[in-house]
């Protein structure tokens, strides 16, 4: 079923007309303007890291399927927004800017507050809007969920369904991101729910997974951007500080809580390194993520996340969920703040069970699908880290 959902997804995708914006980042001739609006999955928040999301993702995304393309993405995505809401900021937000297309991705939002006739209705009246100005229009789909209370699984389809009614009814192309979600739940559940920060909200994984099928809605084209790793300088914050003289407050797990100010120091020697320690032993998963929702209040410069290996074996999906909670925790809610590093799980003995090595795996890619820098290993990782990030160029 799922799969054939997919499939109708595309047939619409393909009855649509070429969009003109398609012809432009082919042609490489001008510059071409792309507004993204929709709520937290699309704005910039701390659940792919703090610093990009899908619009980010879809100008490079775009840039690679056309080299000699001149595009700007701007996201104009806002946590805890609608339709209705997207209507009042349309003009300011998207429309000012003139956007030769603006994509639309809403809903996750709307089931909670907005029945679905109205929905509908402000979608069309999205659409109007920017046709008004000649500015082409792509529907999203969001991704696809984990049920919760609030918003059941069987109500959020029928949002999803009422984007694609929509799109069919306008001529419009859907960049159908629930069926991609859904596409990858088919092969594998696990690789799947890795797919998400929370209930609710991708990780950057999904937000790749976004750009990789908007970029091909626009284009026409496939792309991946699993060779994509985080963006640089992997220690901003901390390089500001250490350049202008000012104390840096690090706030990190054992053992790097005894090792990064002389790691720094070795690069800045008159810094001043104030560290506390984020205790770890004795302390379960659960309470790691537990003590990790104090770290927004702590104001630190960077954090540093070592989960040690040594915690007993979870089930994936749990393990998913507490991991994923204190990266989540250890950023700021919106754009990054404070700069924040992982390093893998350390291992107090060899060889790994079976459940443990699956353990060091599923981290492994949800620090690098938070859009954070990893240290795999301790000293010498942490010295090699710094000297490409920190070290002063002469």
Known sequence: MRILLFLLACVSLLSAAPLKTAQLLAAGREPVRIVCIGDSITGVYYHTGGLRAYPEMLQIALQKIHPQAQVTVRNAGISGDTTTGGLKRLERDVLAHKPHLVTVMFGMNDLVRTPVVDFQNNLREIIRRCRAIDTEVVLCTQNSILETSARPVAKFAEFTQAIRDVAKAESLIVADCFGAYEAVRTKDSLDWTLLHSDAIHPNMDGHKLFAETIAQAISGKAISLKDIGPPLPALRHTL???????????????????????????????????????????????????????????????????????????????????????????????????????????????????????????????????????????????????????????
């Open 240 to 394: 500001a500080l250490l350049k202008a003289g000012k104390p840096v407050k690090v706030l990190a797990m054992p053992p790097y809580d005894t090792l990064i100010a002389p790691a720094i120091q070795q690069f800045y020697p008159k810094a001043v390194i104030n560290v506390t320690s984020w205790p770890t032993e004795g302390q379960t998963l659960a309470q790691l993520e537990e003590s990790a929702k104090k770290v927004r209040t702590m104001q630190q410069d960077l954090v540093i996340i070592a989960v040690p290996g040594s915690l007993p074996v979870q089930q994936p999906e749990s393990f998913h969920k507490s991991y994923s909670w204190i990266m989540n925790w250890s950023l700021s809610f919106g754009l990054q703040q404070w700069d924040v590093i992982a390093a893998l799980p350390s291992a107090t003995k060899t060889p790994l069970t079976p459940e443990e090595q699956q353990h060091v795996a599923i981290a492994r890619r949800l620090i690098e699908s938070q859009d954070l820098h990893m240290l795999a290993g301790d000293a010498s990782a942490l010295t090699t880290l710094l000297t490409q990030h920190l070290k002063p160029q002469n």
